[in-house]
């Protein structure tokens, strides 16, 4: 199993490589993004608030904060969108039927699929988190940046299991999946936390945003941008995104086997 593990990665390196050459202004495009964000945002908050009251609210400045949320943003939604369509792309190319009589384990297949793709992660937080962190802080941005990065990759990782189980929901619906991952979308993209912090959420977002593993590892990157992360509570913080991790791991992979049947029962041929 391991080798066939390493085997899917290795063939996910291959076409994220052949897309990232062949398709160059999308790597620009990625590295540059977080950067678009930050000044639209800004652009906006300077012209309704003041950037001193944003520094006395959270105790980090803007300019560092959402450079931060544009790197997290672009790393974990990147994972959902890839596993979230990746089923219809299977389907268009004609290679689903192959997917489905695989002998490898599903988790196996569906962790393979981001993993190629955090080089683009890594890459985009070093052209934006990392020069202004260290512009703002010095070597100390240095680490923190370094910190900030690892940290991202891990939650995007932890997302896995979650888009699984949303994956086997939304397919095994039947048509127009794309109508429900496009709801789906813009609400994992706010439970995240990424632009506003779930810990000054309301209450009930608060609760629903718990269930998601990612956004534990948002929180604890936020309060380390904040200086204001007890040590302890990080750690129970990324306890808990892994045991959630752990926990939607079987459940994802049943998801994914009762939409597989389901598409086994609607007849799968292969030309």
């Known amino acids: 199993m391991k080798s066939l593990f390493i085997n899917a990665v290795y063939a996910e ?10 398709r160059k202004m999308t790597l620009v495009t990625m590295a540059a993004y977080p950067y678009i964000l930050l000044v639209f945002i800004l652009i906006i908050g300077y012209s309704v608030g003041s950037r001193e009251i944003f520094i006395e609210k959270l105790g980090v400045a803007p ?35 192959y997917v489905i009589i695989s ?33 703002y802080y010095g070597l100390q941005g240095l680490v923190e940046a ?48 990424t632009y506003y912090p779930r810990f000054l959420m309301p209450t009930a ?3 629903v945003s718990a269930i998601v593993p990612s956004s534990h590892v948002v929180e604890v990157i936020q309060r380390m941008l904040m200086n ?24 994802g992979v049943y998801a994914i086997g009762v939409w597989e049947k389901s598409k086994l029962r609607q007849g799968v041929k292969i030309e």
């Open 13 to 22: 390196f291959k076409m994220v490589y052949s897309e990232l050459t062949r």
């Open 63 to 97: 300019e560092i904060f959402f450079i931060v949320s544009g790197y997290l943003l672009m790393t974990i939604m990147g994972v959902s969108d890839d596993l979230l369509w990746r089923p219809m792309f299977d389907e268009w190319m004609g290679t689903l039927p």
């Open 103 to 135: 002998p490898m384990p599903r988790l196996y297949r569906y962790l393979a699929i981001p993993l190629p793709r955090l080089i683009v992660g890594v890459i985009t937080g070093s052209t934006s988190v990392l020069p202004l962190m260290v512009y």
């Open 146 to 193: 370094v910190a900030v990065i690892l940290l991202g990759m891990f939650a995007a990782i932890l997302f896995v299991p979650f888009i699984m189980v949303i994956m086997g929901l939304v397919y095994s619906r039947g048509k127009e999946q794309w109508r429900f991952i496009n709801v789906i979308r813009p609400l994992l993209f706010i439970v995240l936390g």
């Open 205 to 207: 977002g608060y609760l």
């Open 228 to 251: 204001n992360l007890d040590v302890y509570y990080g750690f129970l913080l990324v306890a808990a995104a892994t045991a959630l991790f752990i926990l939607y791991a079987p459940v």
